[in-house]
């Protein structure tokens, strides 16, 4: 049997500390913890590990600062704070048991600032059902303050 790791919402309080944890993640070069040379390769591959592992406090230092836009399976948010982000990502995850998370493709696209992309293998059995699903994670970066910074999540199913 494959391990999973359950996802949980952190309760009110841990949800604040977070909160308040991530309002200035990815300020200034380095601050999400990456180094400054850091390729888009390894940076999707922490991304897809955090998510994988339901380590929202990894997805969340990978967020653009500045906002981002999301999409969850059709329920579009649009453009929404860091926490807002954290918190529906919560809400999607824990209703999910994870069972891997693999990059499938990754991409530099250029332009001012540089951009990328990752495609993100999620397979994962939703509460109440014992058949996983596979989902697609495309995950927009920028590159800002020399750091590759998520500037929007989709997922499809």
């Given at each position: 049997?494959?391990?999973?790791?359950?996802?949980?919402?952190?309760?009110?309080?841990?949800?604040?500390?977070?909160?308040?944890?991530?309002?200035?993640?990815?300020?200034?070069?380095?601050?999400?913890?990456?180094?400054?040379?850091?390729s888009?390769?390894?940076?999707?591959?922490?991304?897809?590990?955090?998510?994988?592992?339901?380590?929202?406090?990894?997805?969340?230092?990978?967020?653009?600062?500045?906002?981002?836009?999301l999409?969850?399976?059709?329920?579009?948010?649009?453009?929404?704070s860091?926490?807002?982000?954290?918190?529906?990502?919560?809400?999607?995850?824990?209703?999910?048991?994870?069972?891997?998370?693999?990059?499938?493709?990754?991409?530099?696209?250029?332009?001012?600032?540089?951009?990328?992309?990752?495609?993100?293998?999620?397979?994962?059995?939703?509460?109440?059902?014992?058949?996983?699903?596979?989902?697609?994670?495309?995950?927009?970066?920028?590159?800002?303050?020399?750091?590759?910074?998520?500037?929007?999540?989709?997922?499809?199913?």
């Amino acid at each position: 049997m494959i391990p999973r790791a359950r996802f949980r919402r952190p309760r009110p309080f841990v949800a604040a500390l977070l909160g308040v944890g991530l309002v200035g993640a990815g300020q200034g070069p380095g601050a999400s913890g990456l180094s400054a040379q850091e390729s888009l390769q390894a940076v999707s591959a922490g991304f897809a590990a955090g998510w994988g592992g339901g380590d929202l406090q990894r997805v969340g230092d990978l967020l653009r600062p500045a906002g981002l836009r999301l999409d969850l399976t059709g329920h579009r948010a649009g453009q929404v704070s860091v926490r807002q982000a954290v918190a529906a990502l919560g809400d999607f995850h824990q209703d999910h048991e994870s069972v891997e998370a693999r990059v499938n493709r990754v991409e530099e696209t250029g332009g001012s600032p540089t951009r990328g992309f990752a495609e993100i293998a999620w397979t994962a059995v939703p509460s109440g059902t014992s058949e996983a699903r596979t989902y697609v994670i495309f995950a927009s970066f920028v590159r800002e303050d020399e750091a590759w910074l998520i500037s929007e999540i989709r997922v499809l199913r």
